[in-house]
Protein backbone atom coordinates (compact mmCIF):
# COMPACT_ATOMS: atom_id res chain seq x y z
CA UNK A 1 0.00 0.00 0.00
CA UNK A 2 3.05 2.45 0.93
CA UNK A 3 4.69 1.74 -2.27
CA UNK A 4 1.52 2.48 -4.51
CA UNK A 5 0.77 5.40 -2.51
CA UNK A 6 4.45 6.85 -3.40
CA UNK A 7 4.01 6.25 -6.70
CA UNK A 8 1.07 8.15 -7.33
CA UNK A 9 2.46 10.89 -5.23
CA UNK A 10 6.04 10.73 -7.43
CA UNK A 11 3.60 10.85 -10.67
CA UNK A 12 1.30 13.61 -9.51
CA UNK A 13 4.37 15.54 -8.71
CA UNK A 14 5.80 15.18 -12.02
CA UNK A 15 2.51 16.19 -13.49
CA UNK A 16 2.71 19.05 -11.53
CA UNK A 17 6.03 20.14 -12.64
CA UNK A 18 5.23 19.88 -16.03
CA UNK A 19 2.27 21.45 -16.13
CA UNK A 20 3.58 24.51 -14.35
CA UNK A 21 6.35 24.61 -16.41
CA UNK A 22 4.23 24.39 -19.30
CA UNK A 23 2.72 27.37 -18.03
CA UNK A 24 5.66 29.58 -17.43
CA UNK A 25 6.19 29.11 -21.21
CA UNK A 26 3.89 30.67 -23.15
CA UNK A 27 5.66 31.58 -26.00
CA UNK A 28 8.29 30.01 -28.51
CA UNK A 29 10.62 33.17 -27.97
CA UNK A 30 13.26 33.24 -25.26
CA UNK A 31 12.07 35.64 -22.59
CA UNK A 32 13.51 39.17 -21.04
CA UNK A 33 17.00 40.03 -21.03
CA UNK A 34 17.65 39.31 -17.57
CA UNK A 35 18.69 42.94 -15.79
CA UNK A 36 17.21 44.68 -18.74
CA UNK A 37 16.45 48.07 -17.03
CA UNK A 38 20.22 48.21 -15.60
CA UNK A 39 21.07 47.36 -18.96
CA UNK A 40 19.42 49.74 -20.81
CA UNK A 41 20.27 52.53 -18.40
CA UNK A 42 23.77 52.09 -18.20
CA UNK A 43 23.49 52.27 -22.28
CA UNK A 44 21.57 55.55 -22.17
CA UNK A 45 24.41 56.98 -20.08
CA UNK A 46 27.38 55.30 -22.23
CA UNK A 47 26.05 57.11 -24.98
CA UNK A 48 25.26 60.12 -23.99
CA UNK A 49 28.93 60.48 -22.07
CA UNK A 50 31.25 58.49 -23.90
CA UNK A 51 29.50 57.53 -27.73
CA UNK A 52 27.86 60.28 -28.86
CA UNK A 53 28.03 63.57 -26.19
CA UNK A 54 26.55 65.87 -28.59
CA UNK A 55 23.23 65.09 -28.09
CA UNK A 56 23.03 66.83 -24.95
CA UNK A 57 21.63 66.29 -21.81
CA UNK A 58 19.15 62.92 -21.37
CA UNK A 59 17.23 61.74 -18.56
CA UNK A 60 18.22 57.92 -18.45
CA UNK A 61 15.73 57.17 -15.69
CA UNK A 62 12.82 58.66 -17.68
CA UNK A 63 13.74 57.33 -21.19
CA UNK A 64 13.47 53.56 -18.83
CA UNK A 65 10.04 54.21 -17.70
CA UNK A 66 8.66 55.78 -21.27
CA UNK A 67 10.32 52.54 -22.88
CA UNK A 68 8.60 50.46 -20.30
CA UNK A 69 5.28 51.83 -20.38
CA UNK A 70 5.09 51.16 -24.15
CA UNK A 71 4.78 47.37 -23.08
CA UNK A 72 4.16 46.95 -19.46
CA UNK A 73 0.65 45.52 -18.65
CA UNK A 74 -0.59 44.73 -22.28
CA UNK A 75 -1.22 41.94 -24.21
CA UNK A 76 2.04 41.09 -25.26
CA UNK A 77 0.75 39.96 -28.64
CA UNK A 78 -0.99 43.77 -28.77
CA UNK A 79 1.87 46.37 -28.95
CA UNK A 80 1.57 48.57 -31.40
CA UNK A 81 4.59 51.03 -32.89
CA UNK A 82 2.82 53.99 -31.72
CA UNK A 83 2.98 52.73 -28.39
CA UNK A 84 6.38 53.71 -28.44
CA UNK A 85 6.27 57.32 -29.34
CA UNK A 86 6.60 59.00 -26.28
CA UNK A 87 10.48 57.19 -25.90
CA UNK A 88 11.37 57.81 -29.26
CA UNK A 89 10.39 61.26 -28.86
CA UNK A 90 12.63 61.43 -25.44
CA UNK A 91 15.28 60.11 -26.88
CA UNK A 92 15.63 61.78 -30.39
CA UNK A 93 18.49 63.56 -31.94
CA UNK A 94 20.50 64.67 -35.05
CA UNK A 95 21.51 62.23 -37.23
CA UNK A 96 24.47 63.75 -39.55
CA UNK A 97 23.81 64.28 -43.33
CA UNK A 98 25.53 61.70 -45.07
CA UNK A 99 26.06 59.72 -42.37
CA UNK A 100 22.86 57.06 -42.28
CA UNK A 101 23.77 53.76 -42.68
CA UNK A 102 21.16 50.87 -43.67
CA UNK A 103 21.49 47.63 -44.17
CA UNK A 104 20.29 43.71 -44.07
CA UNK A 105 21.20 40.71 -43.15
CA UNK A 106 25.07 41.84 -41.51
CA UNK A 107 24.77 43.82 -38.27
CA UNK A 108 28.05 42.66 -36.98
CA UNK A 109 29.54 44.10 -39.70
CA UNK A 110 27.36 47.38 -40.02
CA UNK A 111 28.16 47.96 -36.68
CA UNK A 112 31.76 47.32 -36.77
CA UNK A 113 31.39 49.22 -39.73
CA UNK A 114 30.01 52.77 -38.58
CA UNK A 115 32.71 52.61 -35.87
CA UNK A 116 30.47 54.01 -33.10
CA UNK A 117 29.23 57.09 -34.91
CA UNK A 118 32.77 57.87 -35.91
CA UNK A 119 32.38 56.85 -39.58
CA UNK A 120 28.62 56.36 -39.74
CA UNK A 121 25.49 56.47 -38.01
CA UNK A 122 23.52 53.52 -37.90
CA UNK A 123 20.03 52.70 -36.53
CA UNK A 124 22.07 51.03 -33.79
CA UNK A 125 24.20 54.00 -33.57
CA UNK A 126 21.43 56.21 -32.22
CA UNK A 127 20.44 56.78 -29.17
CA UNK A 128 17.12 54.57 -29.86
CA UNK A 129 18.30 52.30 -31.18
CA UNK A 130 21.44 51.56 -29.15
CA UNK A 131 18.71 51.44 -26.18
CA UNK A 132 17.69 48.30 -27.41
CA UNK A 133 19.96 46.56 -29.48
CA UNK A 134 20.22 42.70 -29.70
CA UNK A 135 18.23 42.74 -26.42
CA UNK A 136 14.82 40.83 -25.97
CA UNK A 137 11.98 41.83 -23.33
CA UNK A 138 8.28 41.63 -23.32
CA UNK A 139 5.91 42.22 -20.19
CA UNK A 140 2.26 40.08 -19.17
CA UNK A 141 -0.97 41.24 -19.81
CA UNK A 142 -2.28 43.36 -16.32
CA UNK A 143 0.86 42.57 -14.32
CA UNK A 144 3.34 44.80 -13.82
CA UNK A 145 6.31 42.50 -14.24
CA UNK A 146 8.46 41.37 -17.35
CA UNK A 147 8.37 37.68 -18.68
CA UNK A 148 11.53 36.33 -18.29
CA UNK A 149 10.04 32.77 -19.28
CA UNK A 150 9.35 33.41 -22.99
CA UNK A 151 7.99 36.08 -25.29
CA UNK A 152 6.28 35.92 -28.60
CA UNK A 153 8.07 35.71 -31.90
CA UNK A 154 7.29 37.39 -34.83
CA UNK A 155 6.00 33.92 -36.31
CA UNK A 156 3.30 33.94 -33.40
CA UNK A 157 2.11 37.61 -33.42
CA UNK A 158 3.56 41.04 -35.35
CA UNK A 159 2.57 43.26 -32.85
CA UNK A 160 5.17 42.25 -30.04
CA UNK A 161 7.36 44.25 -28.24
CA UNK A 162 10.20 44.03 -29.97
CA UNK A 163 8.89 43.81 -33.64
CA UNK A 164 7.07 47.04 -33.17
CA UNK A 165 9.87 48.54 -30.88
CA UNK A 166 12.17 47.82 -34.25
CA UNK A 167 9.29 49.19 -36.77
CA UNK A 168 9.03 52.35 -34.73
CA UNK A 169 12.51 53.56 -34.80
CA UNK A 170 13.10 52.31 -37.81
CA UNK A 171 10.63 54.82 -39.26
CA UNK A 172 11.90 57.45 -37.21
CA UNK A 173 15.58 57.11 -38.63
CA UNK A 174 14.51 56.98 -42.01
CA UNK A 175 12.47 60.21 -41.65
CA UNK A 176 15.49 61.77 -39.88
CA UNK A 177 18.35 60.53 -42.27
CA UNK A 178 19.35 63.26 -45.08
CA UNK A 179 22.39 63.97 -47.86
CA UNK A 180 24.02 60.80 -49.22
CA UNK A 181 22.72 57.72 -47.87
CA UNK A 182 24.23 54.39 -47.46
CA UNK A 183 23.10 51.28 -47.83
CA UNK A 184 25.64 47.94 -46.95
CA UNK A 185 23.97 44.48 -48.14
CA UNK A 186 25.04 41.13 -48.10
CA UNK A 187 25.57 39.55 -51.53
CA UNK A 188 25.54 36.00 -49.86
CA UNK A 189 22.50 35.80 -48.08
CA UNK A 190 19.98 33.66 -49.33
CA UNK A 191 16.89 35.20 -50.86
CA UNK A 192 18.92 37.96 -52.19
CA UNK A 193 20.82 40.75 -50.54
CA UNK A 194 17.62 42.65 -50.64
CA UNK A 195 14.94 41.34 -48.83
CA UNK A 196 11.27 42.57 -50.56
CA UNK A 197 10.11 41.78 -47.64
CA UNK A 198 11.85 43.61 -44.46
CA UNK A 199 12.60 46.60 -42.57
CA UNK A 200 14.53 48.46 -45.22
CA UNK A 201 12.15 48.12 -48.03
CA UNK A 202 8.75 48.12 -45.76
CA UNK A 203 9.63 50.72 -42.95
CA UNK A 204 12.56 52.60 -44.33
CA UNK A 205 12.23 53.17 -48.03
CA UNK A 206 8.76 54.27 -47.72
CA UNK A 207 9.27 57.16 -45.14
CA UNK A 208 12.47 58.39 -46.33
CA UNK A 209 12.49 62.28 -47.15
CA UNK A 210 12.94 62.65 -50.82
CA UNK A 211 13.37 66.91 -50.88
CA UNK A 212 16.29 66.15 -47.95
CA UNK A 213 18.42 63.07 -49.59
CA UNK A 214 20.77 63.97 -52.70
CA UNK A 215 22.08 60.31 -53.95
CA UNK A 216 21.56 56.63 -52.48
CA UNK A 217 24.96 54.69 -52.49
CA UNK A 218 24.12 50.56 -52.49
CA UNK A 219 27.31 48.27 -51.30
CA UNK A 220 26.58 44.93 -52.25
CA UNK A 221 29.45 42.89 -50.30
CA UNK A 222 29.44 39.30 -50.49
CA UNK A 223 31.16 36.88 -46.70
CA UNK A 224 34.56 36.45 -47.31
CA UNK A 225 34.12 32.36 -47.24
CA UNK A 226 30.58 32.82 -48.65
CA UNK A 227 28.80 32.86 -51.72
CA UNK A 228 28.24 35.19 -54.51
CA UNK A 229 24.82 35.37 -54.52
CA UNK A 230 23.55 38.36 -55.62
CA UNK A 231 25.14 41.59 -57.15
CA UNK A 232 24.69 45.38 -58.33
CA UNK A 233 21.88 45.00 -60.96
CA UNK A 234 20.64 41.30 -60.86
CA UNK A 235 18.27 39.77 -59.10
CA UNK A 236 17.04 41.40 -55.87
CA UNK A 237 19.10 43.97 -55.91
CA UNK A 238 18.37 44.72 -59.53
CA UNK A 239 14.78 45.20 -58.07
CA UNK A 240 15.95 47.44 -55.16
CA UNK A 241 17.15 49.54 -57.71
CA UNK A 242 14.30 50.18 -60.15
CA UNK A 243 12.15 50.68 -56.72
CA UNK A 244 14.70 53.79 -56.18
CA UNK A 245 14.88 55.10 -59.44
CA UNK A 246 10.54 54.91 -60.10
CA UNK A 247 11.12 57.29 -56.73
CA UNK A 248 13.02 59.32 -58.07
CA UNK A 249 16.38 58.91 -56.48
CA UNK A 250 19.85 59.24 -58.22
CA UNK A 251 21.91 56.11 -56.65
CA UNK A 252 25.12 54.36 -57.79
CA UNK A 253 25.98 50.50 -56.37
CA UNK A 254 29.31 49.16 -55.88
CA UNK A 255 29.74 45.16 -55.64
CA UNK A 256 32.32 44.50 -52.57
CA UNK A 257 33.12 47.83 -51.63
CA UNK A 258 36.81 48.24 -50.80
CA UNK A 259 36.33 49.81 -47.27
CA UNK A 260 34.07 46.80 -46.23
CA UNK A 261 36.39 44.39 -47.58
CA UNK A 262 39.48 45.42 -46.22
CA UNK A 263 37.81 45.01 -42.69
CA UNK A 264 36.43 41.55 -43.38
CA UNK A 265 39.98 40.35 -44.09
CA UNK A 266 41.24 41.22 -40.76
CA UNK A 267 39.35 37.85 -39.91
CA UNK A 268 40.49 36.56 -43.15
CA UNK A 269 44.25 37.87 -44.09
CA UNK A 270 45.27 34.62 -45.77
CA UNK A 271 41.94 34.10 -47.79
CA UNK A 272 42.48 34.62 -52.03
CA UNK A 273 39.91 37.40 -52.04
CA UNK A 274 41.67 39.70 -49.81
CA UNK A 275 45.28 38.95 -52.01
CA UNK A 276 47.18 42.34 -51.29
CA UNK A 277 48.50 43.84 -55.18
CA UNK A 278 50.64 45.49 -56.14
CA UNK A 279 52.04 46.90 -59.78
CA UNK A 280 55.55 47.42 -58.05
CA UNK A 281 58.09 44.71 -57.52
CA UNK A 282 59.28 44.13 -53.86
CA UNK A 283 62.87 45.07 -53.00
CA UNK A 284 64.80 42.24 -51.47
CA UNK A 285 68.17 42.09 -49.58
CA UNK A 286 69.79 39.06 -48.82
CA UNK A 287 68.84 35.43 -48.85
CA UNK A 288 65.43 35.39 -49.93
CA UNK A 289 62.91 32.09 -49.89
CA UNK A 290 60.50 30.88 -51.72
CA UNK A 291 57.83 32.50 -49.60
CA UNK A 292 59.02 35.67 -48.42
CA UNK A 293 57.35 37.96 -50.95
CA UNK A 294 54.09 36.56 -50.07
CA UNK A 295 54.69 36.62 -46.30
CA UNK A 296 55.94 40.53 -46.36
CA UNK A 297 53.04 41.14 -48.19
CA UNK A 298 50.77 39.71 -45.51
CA UNK A 299 52.01 41.47 -42.93
CA UNK A 300 52.26 45.06 -44.75
CA UNK A 301 48.26 44.27 -45.31
CA UNK A 302 47.51 43.02 -42.04
CA UNK A 303 49.18 45.89 -40.31
CA UNK A 304 47.99 48.60 -42.80
CA UNK A 305 44.18 47.60 -42.75
CA UNK A 306 44.68 47.22 -39.31
CA UNK A 307 45.84 50.40 -38.64
CA UNK A 308 42.94 51.73 -41.13
CA UNK A 309 40.05 50.08 -38.94
CA UNK A 310 41.16 49.01 -35.58
CA UNK A 311 39.02 51.34 -34.05
CA UNK A 312 35.89 49.29 -35.82
CA UNK A 313 36.61 46.12 -33.40
CA UNK A 314 35.90 47.70 -30.54
CA UNK A 315 32.13 47.48 -30.80
Given at each position: MNSLFLSLLLVSLLF??????????????????????????????EYTRIVNPSVGEKNCSELWEAFKNAFIKKDPCNIRPSDYELFINLSLHTIPPNKSLFWENNQQLVNSFSGRTRRYMSLGDTLFGFFGDLLNWCGQANSTGLDY??????????????????????????????????????????????????????????NLQKDKISEIVI????????????????????????????????????????????????????HSKCAFSSSAPAAQRGPTSSDRGGSWNKLMFVAFVGFLFRSALVY
Open positions: MKSFSEGQGKKWKGEGTTQNLESIVIGRCYDSCPTTEECENNAVESFWQMASITYAQHSSGVIHVLLNGSAEGGAYPVKGFFADYEIPWVVDDIEGPDRDSCGIHTVKILENRLKTLGYDLTCTDNYKSVMFLLCLDHPD
